[in-house]
């Protein structure tokens, strides 16, 4: 409609210049019908160029209105959160401690655990058929702090402890089976003292808290430049650090790992710039016993931790200036609760945890405005829980059973389904 509008100034300019005899030939006219004159050009031109403001003016309101439904209908079903159905993923022995989850490049959600019958680390997978498992590490006595995430070419990838032989360890899924690659030596670690992610490179790292003789524990850094593994101290201060830890890329390309110090009884996050070196803040000196931490689509990080001294649930965020905190879930008590942090793809975090307390398993999920929170189960221990957003934008929470001995899942499906 613009051009159009541009087309007729240009037709008005030029007509101006058209000598008077010409602009009077009928002869240009439909036979009976009088020439346009230039009042009435100037008329449809000054019509065009309303009709177009009405229209950009619309279209602007229609855009607001859109993006209002979407922001409504994401609060909305966080709020009043649509059906959750949850499945037995595997309920033969005793499985599913430190289960992780992870969603598959088909869409299909995979689960890695450990096997507490024959002590190996164990993946499932779900198709078509149902779920199928399969042993990811043969040795035993493996999987601890299992952390599953898919690789940049879409195989299943298990970072993970083999206690028995103090090595902390990379597991890949081939067409061929599982190759097992040692990272680092390390004898056995916290629960959640390992953390994988991969670099804008596509190579695999790993944050990990290293034990050595049970004098020190530190926190370190393993990093696979595609043939060798290598390790950096990230912390080595007085005192025990590195358990829990997490670990994410920033926007920068750069590791960034949040971890609990237990001399200083703080929330620690270490940074690591283009130069190689490592600075180290405390975002919250209150007691972080668990925690995860993320960055958001925003590039903006974000940890959620557990606090032993208040017996609550924290969700921490940086402005890019400074730390805001406000409380998730202050009825938690004193039982550290397995937690696990996603940014949802309306880019807002969410936190799958476990609440001793009553002996629930809970979902909450930031809406923008205030964290709304739902109950998925009941369950007397649930002692690992791992969370993970699927391709249609629905939150999965992968658990072990432990009253029962079961891994399972819940996940929230849409109502069509």
Request: net charge negative; charged share 15%; aromatic share 10%.
């Amino acid at each position: 409609m613009q051009t159009l509008a541009c087309t007729l100034r240009a037709v008005l300019a030029a007509a101006a210049l058209l000598p008077a005899s010409l602009l009077a030939q009928g002869a240009l006219a439909p036979t009976g019908a009088p020439a346009p004159s230039m009042h009435s050009l100037e008329q449809i031109y000054d019509r065009l160029a309303a009709v177009a403001t009405d229209q950009r003016e619309l279209a602007g309101e229609q855009r607001a209105t859109t993006q209002l439904l979407v922001t409504t209908l994401a609060a909305t079903s966080a709020s009043f959160s649509l059906r959750w159905a949850t499945t037995t993923v595997a309920a033969t022995g005793d499985i599913g401690e430190y289960c992780s989850l992870a969603f598959a490049p088909d869409g299909e959600p995979a689960i890695a655990a450990v096997d507490n019958t024959t002590h190996r680390l164990r993946f499932f997978r779900r198709s078509a058929a149902g779920w199928t498992g399969e042993d990811a590490d043969t040795d035993s006595y493996t999987g601890r702090a299992a952390c599953l995430v898919f690789d940049p070419s879409g195989r299943p990838t298990i970072a993970h402890f083999a206690t028995a032989h103090d090595q902390l360890r990379l597991a890949v899924r081939y067409s061929g089976g599982w190759t097992r690659d040692k990272a680092a030596d390390t004898e056995a670690s916290a629960a959640n003292a390992l953390s994988l992610a991969f670099s804008p490179a596509g190579l695999p790292a790993i944050a990990y808290q290293l034990i050595d003789n049970d004098a020190l524990h530190d926190l370190y850094l393993a990093e696979s430049d595609g043939n060798a593994w290598s390790s950096t101290a990230v912390d080595t201060g007085a005192g025990i650090v590195g358990a829990p830890c997490a670990l994410d890329f920033g926007p920068d390309g750069q590791p960034a790992i949040a971890y609990h110090n237990a001399s200083a009884l703080a929330v620690n996050l270490a940074t690591r710039n283009a130069a190689g070196l490592w600075a180290r803040s405390a975002p919250t000196y209150n007691d972080g016993t668990r925690l995860a931490f993320a960055f958001g689509p925003n590039g903006r990080p974000a940890i959620i931790y557990f606090s032993a001294t208040s017996g609550a649930l924290y969700a921490m965020r940086y402005d890019g200036a400074s730390w805001t905190q406000v409380a998730i879930d202050t009825t938690l008590g004193s039982v550290a609760p397995s937690l696990s942090l996603r940014f949802g793809p309306d880019g807002q975090p969410a936190v799958a945890y476990y609440n001793a307390a009553n002996q629930t398993l809970k979902f909450a999920q930031f809406n923008g405005t205030l964290w709304n929170t739902v109950q998925l189960a009941t369950t007397q221990a649930t002692p690992f829980v791992s969370l993970a957003f699927g391709p249609d934008g629905q939150p999965a929470v992968a658990y072990y059973d432990a009253a029962n001995g079961d891994l399972r899942l819940c996940q929230r499906v849409l109502p069509s389904e």
